[in-house]
């Protein structure tokens, strides 16, 4: 029994660092990117937004990735953070998608039952999560630099999805047991 108790104290203390972590971890925004905080937000500070070369690191051109080696890490490209259209609505829709991807990865048995509903596709599925809970956002933006010049940006992977994989998004979200909330104890 006291083994059982001492083992229960230290889970217990273990617990209560990586609680104290994500406290933290929300609680600032080391970056200072819109990134950084659209992640700490979403995720409650247990997932973290870093910038670096995600090209490289996901052996493609990506604006960012998550690597299933490393799933509660999220990283953006730092290059291409900076191009003339990048905006922070852009950003913020692009940490969407990218912690959908979060999710998939931590949550592989229910991703798996989801994913029939986009056909096997998980940049599908993740342009929908942002599309069905990030209020307002498309796949295609017009960004305005002056009175007369513009970008039309495509962000995501050209499909928007039906109201029946919207759906089958909220019901996997909702399966997952994960409540977005600010950190408490």
Same mark, same amino acid.
Request: negative net charge.
């Given at each position: 029994?006291?083994?059982?108790?001492?083992?229960?104290?230290?889970?217990?203390?273990?617990?209560?660092? @990586?609680?104290?972590?994500?406290?933290?971890?929300?609680?600032?925004?080391?970056?200072?990117?819109?990134?950084?905080? @659209?992640?700490?937000?979403?995720?409650?500070?247990?997932?973290?937004? @870093?910038?670096?070369?995600?090209?490289?690191?996901?052996?493609?051109?990506?604006?960012?990735?998550?690597?299933?080696?490393?799933?509660?890490?999220?990283?953006?490209?730092?290059?291409?953070?900076? #191009?003339?259209?990048?905006?922070?609505?852009?950003?913020? %829709?692009?940490?969407?998608?990218?912690?959908?991807?979060?999710?998939?990865?931590?949550?592989?048995?229910?991703?798996?039952?989801? #994913?029939?509903?986009? &056909? %096997?596709?998980?940049?599908?599925?993740? &342009?929908?999560?942002?599309?069905?809970?990030?209020? %307002?956002?498309?796949?295609?933006?017009?960004?305005?630099?002056?009175? @007369?010049?513009?970008?039309?940006?495509?962000?995501?992977? %050209?499909?928007?999805?039906?109201?029946?994989?919207?759906?089958?998004?909220? &019901?996997?979200?909702?399966?997952?047991?994960?409540?977005?909330?600010?950190?408490?104890?």
């Amino acid at each position: 029994m006291q083994v059982d108790t001492a083992e229960a104290r230290r889970t217990t203390d273990e617990l209560n660092e @990586v609680l104290a972590a994500a406290r933290d971890q929300a609680a600032t925004n080391a970056s200072g990117t819109k990134y950084e905080s @659209v992640i700490d937000s979403l995720s409650s500070g247990f997932v973290t937004a @870093v910038i670096d070369d995600a090209d490289a690191l996901c052996e493609d051109d990506v604006l960012a990735c998550v690597m299933s080696n490393e799933p509660y890490v999220v990283h953006f490209d730092k290059k291409d953070s900076k #191009l003339p259209y990048m905006t922070n609505w852009l950003r913020t %829709g692009l940490a969407y998608h990218e912690f959908a991807h979060v999710l998939q990865l931590t949550n592989p048995a229910a991703t798996a039952t989801a #994913l029939e509903a986009f &056909d %096997g596709d998980d940049e599908e599925m993740a &342009d929908c999560y942002a599309l069905t809970f990030l209020d %307002g956002w498309t796949l295609d933006h017009t960004i305005w630099t002056s009175d @007369v010049e513009y970008w039309e940006v495509s962000i995501g992977y %050209g499909y928007t999805c039906n109201k029946a994989q919207k759906q089958a998004v909220r &019901d996997w979200y909702e399966a997952l047991g994960f409540t977005s909330a600010p950190i408490s104890q």
